[in-house]
């Protein structure tokens, strides 16, 4: 049942290509509105919905910001655009150092034999 009300929801959020969180946005960071304002004033059942339904109306080309400390609004200008980004890149790269650490760890480990009651464990 659940399944169905976000269904209903998305359906609802794209009305004829116009984006509907997005129009409800205040412009400038200082005016952002926070995600439980949001969830509110959407009628999501959760700030999981609401980021779902955000990520997809950026995917169709929205341009909804959303600051570290919390909120969501449209830019006012060209320099709060370039700092979201920036704000962005900077995530991903912790995300892409991370993967990188774990997959290097996974690989030692693959070269690894498993320690058995009678057996020797020795790496590669």
Same mark, same amino acid.
């Given at each position: 049942?659940?399944?169905?009300?976000? &269904?209903? #929801? /998305?359906?609802? +959020?794209? %009305?004829?290509? =116009?984006?509907?969180?997005? !129009?409800?946005?205040?412009?400038? &960071?200082? #005016? /952002?509105?926070? +995600?439980? %304002?949001?969830? =509110?004033?959407?009628?999501? !059942?959760?700030?999981?919905?609401?980021?779902?339904?955000?990520?997809?109306?950026?995917?169709?080309?929205?341009?909804?910001?959303?600051?570290?400390?919390?909120?969501?609004?449209?830019?006012?200008?060209?320099?709060?655009?370039?700092?979201?980004?920036?704000?962005?890149?900077?995530?991903?790269?912790?995300?892409?150092?991370?993967?990188?650490?774990?997959?290097?760890?996974?690989?030692?480990?693959?070269?690894?034999?498993?320690?058995?009651?009678?057996?020797?464990?020795?790496?590669?």
């Amino acid at each position: 049942m659940n399944k169905d009300k976000n &269904k209903s #929801n /998305r359906t609802h +959020t794209m %009305q004829s290509g =116009n984006f509907v969180i997005e !129009s409800l946005l205040p412009v400038g &960071k200082e #005016n /952002r509105i926070s +995600t439980k %304002q949001l969830v =509110n004033l959407i009628g999501c !059942s959760s700030s999981r919905e609401l980021q779902q339904l955000i990520a997809e109306e950026r995917k169709n080309g929205a341009v909804i910001l959303s600051a570290t400390s919390g909120g969501y609004y449209k830019p006012a200008n060209r320099a709060e655009m370039a700092e979201f980004c920036k704000s962005l890149e900077n995530r991903a790269k912790n995300t892409f150092v991370a993967i990188r650490s774990t997959k290097k760890a996974l690989s030692k480990l693959e070269g690894q034999q498993e320690i058995t009651e009678g057996g020797v464990s020795c790496g590669t």
